[in-house]
């Protein structure tokens, strides 16, 4: 059974960073496709970065273009989000999200099949 591990979370000030990690355990499941989601308290999950087709094509929400990088080590089968300039609007819940549907929109959460427990990230004015 494929399970996702997320790290890397934690508490900053605005305009600070962290770097969240997504790692892939469970038998031999290579993580490919792989996406960012978040949950602010009293909110949906909404899609936050997406990694797919191969590796090709990247995505983001308007929200975090310029301040948030995914990528991924295959070697290490660990997918990361690198935050920059956080604000206090990011503070949520952060799910890492693998194996996308094809053809499906990468921010619905419908799209991914697996998904890990979630890392909290606090940013503090």
């Known amino acids: 059974q494929v399970q996702l591990v997320e790290s890397g979370g934690g508490s900053v000030q605005a305009g600070g960073s962290l770097r969240l990690s997504c790692a892939a355990s469970?038998?031999?499941?290579?993580?490919?496709?792989v996406a960012w989601f978040r949950q602010a308290p009293g909110k949906g999950r909404e899609g936050v970065a997406a990694?797919?087709?191969?590796?090709?094509?990247?995505a983001y929400a308007d929200s975090v273009k310029g301040r948030f990088t995914i990528s991924q080590d295959i070697a290490k089968n660990t997918v990361y989000l690198q935050m920059n300039n956080l604000k206090p609007e990011d503070t949520a819940m952060y799910y890492c999200?693998?194996?996308?549907?094809?053809?499906?929109?990468?921010?619905?959460?419908?799209?991914?099949?697996?998904w890990g427990q979630g890392t909290q990230v606090t940013v503090s004015s």
């Open positions: 999200a693998a194996d996308k549907r094809r053809f499906a929109r990468w921010y619905e959460l419908l799209t991914w099949s697996y």
């Open positions: 990694r797919y087709a191969g590796g090709i094509t990247t």
């Open positions: 469970g038998g031999s499941y290579s993580l490919n496709d």
